[in-house]
């Protein structure tokens, strides 16, 4: 699997695993200059971020996970990444306390959060405008996904700021680097219910956290990255209801 922006599921980075923000900045409401000869235009109502992310999610055309029925905490939807030519290719929805890069360091509390990804399955296709092949989506997707987003959550005991966007394009390219051996030491086993089916998933733990990855029999593969929370208790199933995530 090569190193391509292509492979690696659409240009969306780590970062933009985020949970949604605040709307972007709002046009310029203020009147004309000339009220006396032309009306003031009235500016299009901005669209709540919380809104726009649904819209991205509906856009899909495969089904999103995340944690079963048996987890009552928060959920909320993070953003979606997209292909050249707009297609929906994977999204990510949250579960628990909603974490932060500097999280522990900078309050002292432990957050406890499980983040699902969902990865559309494809096929070889065509990149948007037809000049090559993008590589078809895989389990390894799914773990880079995963891991890199994990990895946009850590902040390194005693790390200066400055120092934190180079660690973290280190740690970023050895995540893609497990993700392409998944059949290494550095991976074990779980089985974990999907839809109430037992299913294996590709499993590890770091000082930061864990990552998994693994495929339904749906037609997606997922991944998942958390920390508080144990992955050994934990069973996804297809959403029914987006708005149980708003």
Do not use: C
């Not at 809104?51 to 993070?78: C, H, I, K, N, Q």
């Amino acid at each position: 699997m090569e190193t391509t922006s292509s492979s690696r599921v659409g240009t969306q980075t780590a970062e933009a695993l985020a949970p949604a923000g605040a709307p972007g900045q709002e046009p310029d409401t203020g009147p004309h200059s000339d009220t006396q000869h032309t009306q003031p235009q009235e500016a299009p109502a901005p669209v709540p971020a919380a809104r726009r992310t649904v819209e991205g999610f509906l856009a899909a055309d495969f089904p999103w996970y995340g944690l079963d029925g048996a987890f009552s905490g928060p959920r909320w939807l993070m953003q979606v990444g997209t292909a050249a030519d707009g297609t929906v290719e994977h999204g990510s929805t949250g579960h628990g306390d909603e974490p932060s890069a500097r999280g522990e360091i900078a309050t002292g509390e432990k957050e406890r959060f499980a983040v699902v990804i969902t990865v559309a399955s494809n096929p070889l296709r065509r990149s948007g405008d037809g000049t090559g092949v993008l590589e078809a989506t895989s389990v390894a997707s799914a773990a880079w996904l995963a891991g890199s987003g994990l990895l946009a959550y850590s902040w390194p005991g005693q790390m200066d700021h400055s120092l934190r966007d180079d660690w973290l394009d280190q740690q970023t390219e050895a995540a893609w680097e497990l993700a392409d051996d998944l059949a290494g030491e550095d991976w074990s086993t779980l089985s974990l219910p999907v839809d109430g089916e037992p299913t294996a998933f590709h499993y590890r733990e770091s000082e930061f956290g864990w990552v998994l990855a693994g495929s339904t029999g749906s037609g997606v593969h997922l991944g998942a990255y958390g920390r508080g929370m144990s992955a050994y208790g934990l069973g996804f199933s297809a959403i029914a209801d987006l708005g149980s995530y708003e």
